[in-house]
C-alpha cells in the first residue's frame, strides 16, 4: 500500500510503457471491484507519477468517500488539489489529514506534491499549526 503520493520526474521510455501497463491493469481491477481501496491508492499513486493529476483526484475523491477518516487519504487528496491548483480544497484536505492523525510533518514540508500550496498564503496559518503540534515545540 502505497504511503504517500509521489510527484512526477523523469521517467524513461520504459517506466513510461511499465507504469501505463500498470495503470491500465489497475483500472480493470476497479471498474470490477470499485471499493478495492488498495487498487485505487496504487491506481491515484500511478496517475500522479504519470502526470494525469486530473485522474488522480478523481481517485482520491473516491477514496475519500470510502475511508473519510483515513489521515493518509486526506493527505492524498490534499496533495490532489495542491497539483490541481485548488488551494482552498487543498488547504482544508490538508487540515482534515492533520486532525486524523497525519503526522510525517517532515515529509509534508518537503512533498513536492504539496509544493504549490506550500507557495500559497493559506499555508502560512497550517504552517504554524504544525509547529505546535511537533515533538519538542
Known amino acids: 500500500m ?3 503520493k509521489s510527484s512526477p520526474r523523469k521517467l524513461s521510455p ?15 481491477v476497479v471498474r470490477r471491484d470499485t471499493g ?8 491515484g499513486d500511478g496517475y500522479t507519477r504519470r502526470g494525469r493529476f486530473s485522474d488522480g ?6 477514496l475519500s468517500t470510502l475511508c473519510p477518516d483515513d ?10 488539489y ?11 484536505s490538508l487540515r482534515r489529514a492533520i486532525a ?7 515529509w509534508l514540508r518537503r512533498d513536492p506534491d504539496l509544493e504549490p500550496l506550500r507557495q500559497h498564503a493559506l499555508f502560512q496559518k497550517i504552517s504554524a499549526d504544525l509547529s505546535d503540534l511537533e515533538p519538542g515545540a
Open 2 to 4: 502505497p504511503n504517500k
Open 14 to 28: 520504459v517506466q513510461r510503457r511499465d507504469l501505463d501497463i500498470e495503470i491500465g491493469f489497475l483500472e480493470g
Open 36 to 43: 478495492y481501496v488498495e487498487a485505487l491508492q496504487l491506481l
Open 57 to 62: 483526484l478523481k481517485v482520491d475523491r473516491r
Open 71 to 80: 489521515p493518509l487519504v486526506c493527505y492524498n487528496l490534499a496533495c490532489s
Open 82 to 92: 495542491s497539483l490541481m491548483g485548488n488551494f482552498i480544497k487543498a488547504a482544508a
Open 100 to 106: 486524523h492523525g497525519y503526522r510525517d510533518f517532515k
